[in-house]
């Protein structure tokens, strides 16, 4: 083995002469998850980083690739040929930074389990401390903090540092205290820490990996109060490729919240098309209002109007959040609608039905009303989620 290794170095010197050979028996000490999406562009250089950061540790680098358009899983590939620590996992169909670093994680036999963005906004000379902190200090996490004496968030504008510290607030509020074997963690929302396997793997049943905030999952999932160890850092600005925050970044930290919070009582996708479901009455209402009121429609055309606009209304909502892991695109979009119209009959049937058997037994109106709706929402939804959004 070793003079295969020495003659894979000896063909490809040009690439590998910045690498160091380890001896052949050095077990894994690190596994650095990257989740990309369209990084093209960073990956070789963030390579180079971490090489130089991590001196003698022996580590792997697991970049886990949402298909990115750019040819980022491509890019990737051509330098794991010649460099074996470098692997990608390419995902088709599904997307997600939490759920990524999740499948990453689980694809590697390190002790300690880091996580570093592929966009240079980490600093790599930190990754050393956190990896000591974890595998030498005994603790259970050790976070790259923004918000903490030394740390810092570089050049953001105004609006996006008000609304990290809000964000950071509410997931303080979320944690409180018994989450936290020490003090309250200054910067739950960072992106940048490592942890140990073994603490990974006791939360790994609870998590809910939605959204990009992986680490606030992790602490907000955990069995017990996790020993947590904070660093500081400046996190830098972006210099190649665009950012990835966007309003369904905020949606999905919202969704992590809720899941966390009410997740135990009622599934976080019925409660999404509960929500849609609360919307789509009020665009029923408001259509049925404004119908009638041009005095030109009689009521039953006017309904049914409401109750078309408030269906088409419920699949697009439901399409775009509700079920955007399986979101429909294309003929398959068409295809949907239709399935959506049907199970929505349906269930206005079921409605009707066991609304009307309620009410021949109690007489009373408003609890056949409520029976009937939500027999009819629970159809909808079950039938939906089989029907129009099948995996």
């Known amino acids: 083995m070793r003079r295969l290794n020495e003659t894979y170095a000896m063909l490809h010197a040009p690439i590998l002469a910045h690498r160091r050979l380890v001896p052949d028996d050095a077990p894994l000490e690190l596994a650095v998850v990257i989740p990309t999406r369209n990084e093209a562009g960073n990956v070789a250089a963030l390579l180079t980083a971490l090489e130089a950061a991590l001196g003698d540790i022996v580590w792997e680098a697991i970049f886990v690739d949402d298909d990115s358009p750019d040819g980022t899983a491509d890019v990737i590939r051509e330098i ?3 460099n074996i620590r470098v ?3 390419q995902r088709i169909g599904r997307k ?3 759920s990524a670093v999740v499948e ?3 694809a590697t036999a390190a002790p300690v389990l880091a996580v570093i963005d592929a966009d240079h906004q980490h600093d790599e000379t930190l990754l050393p401390r956190l990896y000591a902190a974890v595998r030498m200090g005994g603790h259970d996490v050790a976070v790259g903090s923004r918000y903490i004496e030394g740390g810092g968030v570089g050049q953001w504008e105004a609006r996006r540092h008000a609304g990290s510290r809000w964000a950071t607030a509410l997931a303080q509020r979320l944690l409180g205290r018994s989450k936290m074997d020490g003090p309250m963690i200054g910067d739950p929302m960072s992106g940048y820490f490592a942890i140990s396997r073994d603490a ?4 790994l049943p609870n998590l809910s990996s939605v959204g990009f905030k992986i680490l606030l ?5 955990a069995p ?3 020993n947590v160890v904070e660093l500081p850092y400046v996190f830098r600005n972006r210099t190649v490729g665009e950012s990835k925050l966007d309003l369904m970044v905020a949606f999905e930290y919202l969704e992590l919240l809720l899941d966390k919070t009410l997740g135990r009582l009622l599934p976080l996708r019925l409660m999404l098309f509960a929500v849609v479901g609360g919307l789509g009455l009020a665009v029923h209402l408001a259509v049925l209002g404004i119908a009638l009121g041009t005095g030109l429609t009689a009521f039953a055309t006017a309904q049914a109007l409401a109750v078309g606009a408030a269906m088409t209304f419920n699949f697009t909502l439901n399409n775009v959040f509700t079920y955007r892991d399986r979101r429909l695109r294309g003929l398959r979009l068409v295809t949907g609608l239709l399935s959506f119209y049907g199970v929505c009959l349906v269930g206005a049937a079921a409605n009707v039905g066991v609304g009307a058997l309620v009410y021949d037994a109690q007489h009373v109106w408003w609890l056949a009303g409520v029976a009937g709706a939500v027999i009819g929402a629970v159809w909808n939804f079950a039938a939906s989620s089989v029907v129009t959004w099948r995996r």
């Open 80 to 82: 794991g040929r010649t």
């Open 87 to 89: 692997r990608v996992l």
């Open 96 to 98: 997600g930074l939490a």
């Open 104 to 106: 990453g994680m689980l």
């Open 200 to 203: 990974f793997r006791e939360v």
């Open 217 to 221: 999952d992790i602490l907000a999932s």
């Open 224 to 226: 017990r109060p996790l």
